[in-house]
């Protein structure tokens, strides 16, 4: 019997599952699937907020193939030989399905010189691939990154839709819980 994480294992997979801060941005995600398509996206947010989550289920309900689809994490991998390498070499190629996804998590390391390159490698290759930016800092983006994405504000639930959540994963599971406790320890570590 494989033992997954709990992080894993109720992390949402698709828009059912992922928890909206409001139905506007649930529409709004809701059109970019039934159109099939998505605009270049810069997702920002405090830190464990569900900006790069809500990416991966974006792809996922889009029916992006893996093949078509690289992930970045920009906090590791940021300077202008990243854009040059990395982000080019898999533009250039002609996509599997519809079109390409460049996930770029923690897009505000990205060095002003590697944005200023990345802003080339979207306008050459605007009809092939689409780029999904997180982003912890929007103001570290620079304007014409900007310009180029469509903007996607993600806030920190409620404490008490979180709180009610996590009840719900124990009980799930038949872990006993004290609600006072739980009230504690979610108000002591949240987000």
């Not at 599997?96 to 290759?125: C, N, T």
Request: net charge negative.
């Amino acid at each position: 019997m494989a033992k997954d994480l709990w992080v894993e294992k109720y992390r949402p997979s698709s828009v059912d599952t992922y928890v909206f801060k409001d139905n506007a941005q649930r529409k709004q995600v809701q059109n970019w699937i039934d159109d099939g398509g998505i605009p270049h996206l810069l997702f920002s947010g405090s830190p464990g907020t569900g900006k790069t989550t809500l990416a991966k289920v974006l792809i996922a309900e889009l029916g992006v193939e893996n093949a078509d689809v690289l992930y970045i994490n920009a906090s590791r991998d940021n300077g202008v030989d990243m854009i040059r390498k990395k982000i080019s070499a898999f533009s250039e190629t002609m996509p599997w399905g519809e079109f390409k996804v460049i996930l770029l998590d923690e897009a505000d390391h990205i060095s002003p010189e590697g944005q200023a390159a990345l802003r080339g490698v979207m306008e050459q290759y605007h009809a092939s691939v689409r780029f999904i930016l997180t982003c912890n800092y929007p103001n570290m983006i620079i304007p014409a990154l900007h310009s180029r994405c469509q903007g996607f504000h993600i806030t920190q639930l409620d404490q008490t839709d979180f709180t009610v959540r996590v009840g719900e994963i124990l009980a799930d599971n038949a872990v006993e819980f004290d609600i006072e406790t739980l009230d504690a320890m979610v108000r002591a570590n949240y987000p």
